[in-house]
Structures are given as C-alpha cells and as structure tokens.
C-alpha cells in the first residue's frame, strides 16, 4: 500500500461532498479517477496532500511518502527561466554536486580518511540519484511537451497559463515523487504532446492517480477506474472502455437490487402497518427492527436522459455540401498553411486537429467567410445553412432563463418539448429557469450546443464543442450528434468524440503540412503510425520550412552564402595572401572545403536524430541510453564548431 482513504466525509457550507469514501492505491498502479463535475475529485487530492483535512475517516499514507501534484494553476520564481525551472526538480542532485565540488576544493590540501570516505559516498549518492543523466533527461521531457529549445531561456514567470502548465508538467515527470497526482494533464498539450505523454506515462513504472475528462488518454494510461458517485467510491479493473462496459452492467445490477429491495420494503412497511396493534404484534416489532437496521441500497443516479433526442429533420442540401481546393490560409502575407484540399457531402463529418497557432480556428473563419482565402477556393453547395459554435459563446444572453434562450431557436415550440430536449443536455428541473448568467462555464457550453443542434441548421461548425464539458455532458453531445442528420466540420483535441463523430480527419502538422484520410481519428493515428510522423526527419523539416527555419539556415546557409559572407570579412592582407596560393594549395583547400560541406550537413543530420531518439519517452525513461545519447550529442557539436571554423579559416584564405 501507498496510501488509503477510509470511509472519508467531506462537507462545504453544510454540502456533502463525500459521503464515506474508502479506496487505497498500491505501488505501480495507474489509477484514473474519474465523476461527474463536482463529484469530489479535486477534493480527493487535497485531502491526500494535507491541504485540507477530512471532516472524518481516515487518511493514511507509508512513512516518507513523496507526492508530486499537478495543480490546473501553476507559477514559477521571477527571473527563472524554461530550463531551470525544469531542472529545479533536481535540489537534491544539485546540493551533492555542490558539496562534491566543495570537496574537491578541500581535498587539494586535506587528504584525510574522513573527507575521502565522505567524497565517496556522495558519488554512490550522486550516482543513485542519477546525477549523470538528469540534464539529459529533462531535456528530453521538454522537447517532448513541445518546448523548443530556442525557448528554453525564456522567463517562466512570462509563459502563457497555458505553458506554465506545460512547464510544470515536466517538472513533476522529473522530481523524485513516489506517487503522481495528475488533475487534467491534457489541458493545454496538442495531440502530439498528449500522445508523448501517454507513452511517458506507460513507460515509467510509479504509481499515479490521474482525473482528466480526455477519455481517449484514461483509455491508453489508466488501468483502473475509481468513480466517485454520490460521495463513495466504485472501483473497476481495467481502462476507461472497458469500465464503461462494467459500469453499465453494475448499474443494471443495482438498478434490480434497488427495485426487490424497495419492494420487499413496502410489502414488509405494509405487514407492520396491518399487524402492529393486532395479534401479530411481536413479528410487526421484529420487522421493524430490521428495516431499521436494514442497509439501503443507493437508487441508479441518473446522469443523461435516456431514450431519443427527437430530433426533427432538417432541410437536406445538395450531395456536395463543401468543396476546398488547393486553399492558403492566414493573415496578410503571414501563410499558415497551404495547399489544403478535400471534399465533403452531404451527412458527412470531417475532424480537424493540430497544434495550437498550426490554423485550425483560422481555416474555420475562413471557410466560413469571416477571412479571405490567400489563395485557392472554398465553394459551399446548395441549400445551405450554416450554424456555428464558438468557444467564446457569444450568442447567450445573462439575462434570460435557460429555456427562454433555448426558445429564441423555437419561438413556437411547447414547453414540454423544450424541457425535454434540454433534460437530454442535463439540465434537469428547475435547472431550466436558472439565468444563463449565473451558470457555470461548462453548462453554458451544454446550452449553446443544445441551441445551435435544435436550431435545425443542416450544417454545423463546431470550434472545440467539448471544451469545458465533463464527460457525461461529451457523451450526451455525441448522442445527439449521433442522431444528427446534417453536416458537420469540428475542431477538436477530443480524440474520443473524434472517434465517434468524424468521418474524414483533417491533420494541421508542425512542419506546416496538412494531412487528410478518410476515417475517424483512431484510424488515422494508425495509419499515421504506419507510414511515420510528418515532419521527423530533417529532410521534411527543410521542406515543410520554407527556407525560414532554423533547420534550413543551419543546412543550407554554407551552400547558399557562406563563401560570400566569407569574402565580405576578409581583411586586405587575407586578400593579398589569396592572390599568392599556388594552384597546388588552392586546390587543397578547396577539396577540403567541400569536404566539410558534404560532412556538416551529415552532422546536423545527426543531432536532429539524437534530439528525436532523446525526446522518445522509452528513452527518456532509460537513464543509460539517455546519458548515451547526451555525451555522443556534445561530441557531434563539437565537432561541428571545429568544423565551422575550420570552413571560415579556409574560406578567408581563398
């Protein structure tokens, strides 16, 4: 065991949270911890890190236990930078090599027993500590989060919300914590840094609690769900899939279980009522001493209404519904990406995923009209009409009732049939008359979504339709996207609702690429596996650059004007000498620079495969291979500064 909760009780102002909790974590497991929004899972990990204490049970954890916690709000020192707030993971590993150069020093003159066994045990320390390798190892987790190492002196403190908690990722991969707690460790990562971290994570072998509502991450990391339902927690062996499978099975077993029990209860309440004054008294009294007595079953809380959404059908387009052709995107003379082309018809759904600021939102202001195309076509067909999704929500209005907003797409709608539509997006009861301005970010997306779908638009253009929805919410928006009969163009890091909606995934690429397959997005990430990742070598990176990275000037800078930018720094008496080499010589020198000319390429051909073999979590995780790696990297670039000015020597005197 690493840490238990028993039968915990957590209340706020007079709320009870958890209700009698009890769960305990054991080494090595990978737990996913999941519930609906405000179910108590953010309470969990503050009760497990002290922050705050249980109203009562117990919290209990081994003697010496580290746990590392990623908080949604992370902050760093002023003045520090990318690379040392990573390495700040290291204090420890830092202090024994501070005190080993200090002994050092002293053993220049004190060369007793007791300094020496002294110096020697703090290199086994700094050895177990793996004090050879840690540079190394951090810079591999921040290349794989998707910090470029020209980032790596920027100030922490100036990052983006975003970025801190990239950073403070990668700090807790690297500290020296027994047990990870992760809340939302995918907010703020694109698809290629969640899938570094999927691997990371499968690698190492420390236990971890990790609640996040990206159901496609608890599928590849966890295997073990805890739900935290009606403040107690149901433990399942196995990924999210497959709890879902066990959750649904439990839940008709319960669901009988109340149902006998709460018959057997009224027939036995119905026995005590006719028999408790009559000649049958004692059996009364001994029956209602055991319903006292008796353990109720929990009823099935309900978490979406069932059956279907009613959708009425909309006016059908024509079979072609978009057409984009060999379309530039972006701003001015600022090309965020190009020669983008692909087709869809009519009931078709198309996927669009990507790195932030790759061109995702812009392709959608685009096709939509709100930008021009820098070049290239985007024709919409017939009887087309549009409905759009913002992540910024501006449609709502503070002051209305949630079903007064809903009606202003159904002016003449029934009530019944508005309540019921909107039960279908979780607002239950009286939920419908709150004001839109007092609810929380997450349902105003739920009211948005169930406004736009009931509008009967026959297309829809989704920009991030899952952001700040928890997962019972996602599944009621598939399910009503499921039975959808129009168009759909979504945007999405929600590879689990890629997967159940898209039909055709459109990939923005780091190298400024754009893939298109037909298929959802578990098909397209096999087959992206299956034909390797865009832009991994450096000879996608040169040519999906453009000529303006920093991989092109390093490659072709020399061929394309190093000899002139030599010639301009030569001195007059470097330019006297040139004119008195014997043809001998000159030709020396020559064949040598064109040796290093085909060498250097070759080179940095080289350090871009370590970079990549480094930033690979399995590597990252193997404390030999990385030191490997790291000390052949630092031969490879000093070789290659002898190289350079070997080149400019002989480019000076010739």
């Known amino acids: 065991m690493l840490f238990r909760l028993s039968n915990v009780k957590k209340s706020y102002g007079g709320q009870e949270v958890l209700r009698g909790l009890t769960f305990q974590v054991n080494p090595g497991e990978k737990v996913g911890l999941v519930g609906r929004n405000g179910a108590g899972k953010t309470t969990v990990f503050r009760l497990l890190t002290g ?27 002023a003045g520090e930078s990318v690379h040392t707030a990573a390495l700040s993971a290291f204090q420890e590993i830092h202090d024994i090599e501070a005190e080993m150069r200090a002994l050092e020093k002293l053993m220049e003159t004190d060369h007793s027993q007791e300094v020496l066994d002294r110096y020697a045990d703090l290199q086994i320390k700094f050895e177990h500590a793996d004090g050879f390798t840690y540079a190394a190892r951090a810079e591999a987790i921040l290349i794989g989060l998707g910090f470029a190492r020209e980032s790596w002196q920027d100030n922490a403190a100036t990052l983006s919300g975003g970025q801190k ?97 709460q018959s057997m209860i009224a027939k036995t309440e119905e026995f005590i009522r006719r028999n408790l004054e009559g000649q049958k008294t004692k059996q009364a009294k001994s029956r209602r001493n055991m319903l006292e007595r008796m353990e109720r079953i929990d009823a099935v809380a309900a978490e979406k209404a069932g059956g279907s959404f009613g959708l009425k059908k909309v006016e059908r387009t024509g079979n072609n519904v978009l057409t984009v052709d060999e379309l530039s995107i972006g701003y001015g003379t600022r090309v965020l990406a190009s020669g983008i082309h692909f087709s869809l018809l009519r009931g078709e759904r198309l996927g669009i995923i990507g790195a932030n600021g790759t061109g995702k939102t812009t392709l959608l202001k685009t096709i939509l009209g709100d930008i021009r195309e820098l070049s290239g076509e985007v024709r919409w067909g017939t009887k087309v009409d549009i409905g759009y999704y913002s992540q910024t929500l501006t449609d709502l209005q503070p002051n209305f009732e ?100 898209a039909t055709q995934i459109l990939s923005f690429e780091r190298n400024g690429s754009v893939l298109h397959l037909n298929g959802n997005y578990t098909e397209f990430h096999d087959w992206k596996a299956a034909h390797g990742r865009a832009g991994t070598g450096l000879k996608s990176k040169l040519e999906g650059s453009n000529g303006s990275g920093s991989e092109s000037i390093s490659a072709v800078g020399i061929e394309a004007g190093g000899n002139d930018r030599a010639a301009a720094e030569q001195t007059p008496g470097e330019s006297a000498r040139s004119r008195t080499l014997s043809k001998n010589e000159r030709k020396r020198i020559d064949d040598r620079i064109a040796a290093i000319e085909k060498l250097i390429p070759k080179l940095e051909a080289r350090t871009a495969e370590i970079a990549a073999e480094m930033s690979k979590p399995v590597v990252a995780a193997d404390f030999a291979k990385l ?8 031969a490879v670039d000093a070789e290659l500064a002898a190289l350079f000015e070997e080149w400019e020597k002989l480019a000076a005197m010739i």
Request: charged residues 30%; without cysteine; hydrophobic residues 40%.
């Open 402 to 501: 949630v079903i007064q907003e809903l009606r202003k797409v159904a002016p003449l709608a029934d009530s019944g049939e508005l309540r019921s539509f909107l039960a279908r997006f979780l607002f239950f009861g009286d939920d419908v008359f709150k004001m839109v301005g007092d609810l929380s970010g997450g349902e105003k997306g739920r009211l948005s979504l169930a406004k736009l779908i009931y509008s009967r638009k026959n297309v829809l253009v989704l920009d991030e339709p899952t952001n700040h929805l928890d997962i019972p919410a996602r599944e009621a928006l598939e399910d009503a996207l499921g039975e959808y009969d129009g168009t759909i163009v979504t945007v999405s890091h929600d590879r689990f609702f890629l997967d159940k909606i």
């Open 627 to 634: 030191k490997s790696l790291a000390d052949e990297q630092a």
């Open 165 to 261: 908690n990239r950073l403070g990722m990668a700090r807790l991969l690297l500290s020296n914590s027994d047990v990870l707690l992760l809340d939302e460790p995918t907010n703020h990562l694109d698809v290629d840094a969640v899938e570094w971290l999927e691997e990371f994570l499968s690698e190492i072998d420390k236990a971890y609690v990790v609640i996040s509502h990206d159901r496609y991450f608890l599928d590849r990391t966890a295997s073990r769900i805890i739900e935290i339902e009606n403040g107690k927690a149901v433990d399942y062996k196995g990924n999210y899939s497959k709890y879902l499978v066990e959750r649904e099975l439990r839940r008709e077993q319960q669901m009988r279980e109340y149902e006998n029990q």
């Open 51 to 77: 922050q705050e204490g249980a109203d009562s049970g117990e919290v209990v954890s081994i003697n010496g236990l580290r746990l590392g916690l990623l908080g949604q709000h992370v902050d760093f020192e």
